[in-house]
């Protein structure tokens, strides 16, 4: 339950966001019309919209591309990660001050998918606090009260990672052995044994860290020689969440984020070849978790 006078961002986004590529084919050329020429989130624009005045059909000339929109997106993410980390709410007004002009009528597609990769990365969520003035704020997902910051890798959330230990530990019988749960982290290019960009050492985070705030429990199988050890949950974990709610997740990052993390490793490899980087963010979302070959093994599965 929500607190009383808030809800969950994209009610801006539910009635304009246009979702022509949203579960298609990224390979397919989609196009999107600007956010002011939407009738309907459920509309397809390949063949052009009409406008809202019924104006006839928008140009193919003033369509965007669904790449275009991920990128304005992921520029805007490293901004909408600071006002988290300094707990500030953020207007519409801000964001669209990180917006590129020539796609600000687009706004509701770029601010949908910056949502999603808060969501299902870094474990936050986008709510709307005043609808009059467009006003947000970042909280945790699932009803988390770990904000995931930590003093190390500039403050970079850390609850999309317990989020997915979660994950793994629910689909795995609610019992993770560690190898499998390693396994399933390095498809994502966490290791036990490497550093890693955002998290620092996953092994301490992981083992110490989230054992330390009780939502991991890490022990040793019973009986086993050589010794070998498992992740189950912890107790705050079962306190503050639910497995059928992380489950929801999973779902949802199992079909999305390899087509996401695709997104975010051309935008990456763009920055590195020009030279660009933010002292926030930099390139390290794609990079750090551009290793998506094994994501669908604990997944649901999806027809495409």
Known sequence: ??????????????????????????????????????????SQFNQGSRSRGGEGLVPRSRLVSPESLMREAISLVPSLLLKYQMKEP?????????VRRSHQDYFP???????????????????????????????TSLGLTYDGLLSDKQGIPKTGLLIITLSIIVVEGNCASEQVFWEGLSMMGV????????????????????????????????????????????????????????????????????????????????????GAHHPYFRTAVSRSLSHKGGVDRWGPGESE
Request: aromatic share 10%; hydrophobic share 35%.
């Open 109 to 139: 597609a770029v601010f949908s998918r910056a949502c999603d990769c808060l969501h299902l990365v870094f474990g936050i969520e986008m709510r709307e606090v005043d609808p009059s003035s467009h006003s947000y704020i970042l909280v």
């Open 90 to 98: 953020i207007t519409k007004a801000e964001m669209l001050d990180y």
């Open 191 to 274: 290791y036990a044994g490497r550093e890693h960009y955002f998290y620092g050492n996953p092994r301490k985070l992981i083992t110490e860290d989230f054992v330390q705030e009780q939502y991991l429990e890490y022990r040793q199988v019973p009986n086993s020689d050589p010794a070998c050890y498992e992740f189950l949950w912890g107790p705050r974990a079962y306190a503050e969440t639910s497995r059928i709610e992380v489950l929801k997740h999973w779902a949802k990052f199992s079909r999305r984020v390899p087509r996401f993390l695709q997104s975010l490793n051309d935008r990456a490899s763009r920055n590195e070849e020009e």
């Open 1 to 42: 339950m929500m607190p009383h006078g808030q809800k969950k961002a994209p009610g801006l986004v539910d009635a304009q966001v246009p979702v022509a590529e949203e579960e298609g084919d990224t390979g397919n050329p989609s196009t999107c019309p600007p956010a002011s020429s939407v009738s309907s989130p459920g």
